[in-house]
C-alpha cells in the first residue's frame, strides 16, 4: 500500500468527511443531520464508528451497532454502513478496516457479523465474497 493506514475512533468532527463518503454510496444528507446522527451514534453504548485515514486524511469509514441475542452465547453486530473513498479502493483500506471492526464486535462479545447490501453495489458484494462474508 506505501503509505500507514492508521484507523480510529470518529468523532463528530468527521462528518463532513463521512456525509462525503456517504454521497459516493448514492445517499444524500445534509452535514447537519449527519453530525446529529454521529453525536448520536457517538454516544450511545450499542453503536461505534471507526474511521481509516492515510496521509493525515480520512478516506474510509465503518460503522457498526450491536445487537444482544437473548437465547444465544454470542451477540452479533451489524455494519450499517461501509465506505472507502474511490480513490484508495482495491488497495487494502477496506479490508483493514473491516478487521478492525471484526476485532471491535469479538471485544464486545459478537461472534457475528451481519450486513446489508444492495444487489446494485456488485464490487461490495465481491469484496464481501473475498472477505468470507455469505449471501
Known amino acids: 500500500m506505501g503509505t500507514e493506514i ?3 475512533q470518529a468523532s ?3 462528518a463532513v468527511i463521512i456525509q462525503a463518503l456517504l454521497s ?3 445517499y444524500v444528507a445534509e452535514r447537519s443531520l449527519v453530525a446529529e446522527k454521529m453525536q448520536h451514534l457517538l454516544l450511545g453504548e450499542s453503536d461505534e464508528v471507526f474511521v481509516a485515514e492515510k496521509d493525515s486524511r480520512v478516506v474510509a469509514f465503518i460503522a457498526l451497532h450491536y445487537i444482544p441475542q437473548l437465547p444465544l ?3 452479533f ?3 450499517t454502513y461501509f465506505c472507502v473513498t474511490e480513490t484508495v479502493r482495491s488497495l487494502g483500506v477496506g479490508k483493514l478496516l473491516e478487521e478492525h471492526a471484526q476485532a471491535a464486535a469479538a471485544r ?3 461472534d457475528r457479523i451481519e450486513l446489508h447490501c444492495h444487489s446494485r453495489r456488485t464490487e461490495a458484494h465481491r469484496f464481501y465474497q473475498r472477505l468470507g462474508y455469505l449471501e
Do not use: H, M, S, Y
Open 6 to 8: 492508521t484507523i480510529r
Open 12 to 14: 463528530v468532527d468527521d
Open 24 to 26: 459516493q454510496l448514492d
Open 73 to 75: 452465547e454470542g451477540d
Open 77 to 79: 453486530a451489524r455494519i
Open 108 to 110: 464486545r462479545g459478537c
